[in-house]
């Protein structure tokens, strides 16, 4: 590559560069803004950051027609192929993230009465983690910074999901003792909404840095799943030992009993080492307190009915479901059998799923 064709493509990245920053300011604001007007009541705030949203759209799609010029006039390769790539899809979640803000600002015209104090200081407190998320993902990527955009996820996105439960707990306490309009009250719930859509499309743009700058994406997902039995003492150890050994790379596997038995029973004990898994050291453990813990479940299975109310209290992004297994009581050998078979068909199910057909 020549000199001045190196110069030429450079100038056209720094163009790119410099209206992707402007537009990345932009979108911030348009964030602070519409919690401003939530904030100070200020409705010809929420109006402006309505009619922003036109202007931040039309930019956007001009940073799309510059990438897709260059891409075209230029036919890069390696990295400046990957940014003009990444910016494309940086450039959703800013749009995305500028319809965010511009719903909020609707939302706020709809209220009927000023939201309390408290009401404001925790949308405030939910904005602040959002937004914080939202800069240091954007800052990743403009200075190149993977190790900042490896730490976004864990470090500044989760706590908005902390925070968010007790918001959303707060608010149908007001609304339960009408201190809140019902009306205004599911408006708020939608503004804290958005407002966790803002830090989940922050994690997007983390990854487009890493694509940016290394070519590569994040490692796996690791999932965490639970699996919960009435004593702790077939179907759910079954679906752990199978778990962990049909998909040993794609999650990390327990199980818990609401009444566990006091010991595994031989039966299954010799049945589950003729499939070739080994649970003689397993032992019924009892379901805890599943609270906000710092790694919490991705999922968490009910596999016997009724047990789903011993389950009500889960992390905010944790899903719950209930496999209903009609099997006979029992350890016979068929009755293992049959049990095993289901139980082994939904573990396939549920990470082919969660991790993809290549799930291992």
């Known amino acids: 590559m020549t000199p001045q064709y190196e110069q030429r493509m450079q100038v056209d990245l720094n163009e790119i560069r410099r ?11 348009q964030v602070k803004d519409t919690v401003r007007s939530l904030i100070g009541w200020d ?67 709809r209220l009927t009465v000023r939201p309390p104090e408290s009401v404001t200081r925790d949308v405030e407190i939910i904005a602040q983690q959002a937004g914080h998320a939202l800069g240091e993902a954007l800052t990743a990527f403009f200075e190149e910074d993977v190790e900042s955009a490896l730490q ?22 007001l609304a339960n003792d009408r201190v809140v309009p019902l009306k205004d009250s599911f408006a708020l719930v939608r503004i804290n909404n958005l407002l966790k859509r803002v830090s989940e499309q922050a994690d997007n743009i983390s990854e487009q840095a890493i694509f940016a700058i290394t070519g590569g994406e994040r490692d796996p997902r690791i999932f965490r799943i639970l699996f919960v039995g009435e004593e702790n003492n077939r179907a759910s150890q079954m679906a752990e030992a199978y778990a962990e050994k049909a998909f040993p790379e794609s ?16 039966a299954l004990i010799e049945f589950m080492d003729e499939q070739g898994m080994d649970v003689s050291h397993k032992r019924p453990a009892l379901i805890e307190g599943l609270g906000e813990p710092a790694q919490p479940y991705h999922v968490i299975v009910a596999l016997e009915e009724g ?17 209903s297994i009609d099997i006979p009581e029992g350890f016979s050998k068929g009755v293992l059998a049959d ?22």
């Open 19 to 29: 209206k992707l920053r402007k537009v990345a300011g932009l979108v911030e604001n």
């Open 43 to 109: 409705k010809d705030l929420a109006n402006n950051v309505i009619l922003g949203d036109r202007q931040v759209n039309r930019r956007i799609k001009e940073i799309n027609y510059l990438c897709h010029a260059f891409i075209i006039r230029h036919a890069p390769s390696a990295g400046h192929l990957r940014f003009a790539s990444a910016v494309l899809r940086l450039n959703v979640a800013l749009e995305r993230i500028g319809d965010y803000a511009g719903t909020i600002g609707r939302e706020v015209l």
């Open 152 to 173: 976004t996820h864990e470090g500044l996105v989760r706590p908005v999901d902390v925070t968010l439960k007790t918001v959303l707990d707060h608010l149908v306490e």
């Open 251 to 266: 999650g990390r596997y327990s199980s818990v009993g609401v009444n566990p038995a006091g010991a595994l029973d031989s």
């Open 307 to 323: 047990l789903l109310e011993h389950i009500a209290e889960v992390p905010f992004r944790t899903i719950v479901l209930e496999w």
């Open 339 to 360: 049990l095993y078979k289901m139980v082994a068909v939904r573990v396939q199910d549920l990470m082919k799923t969660l991790a993809g057909p290549d799930a291992r």
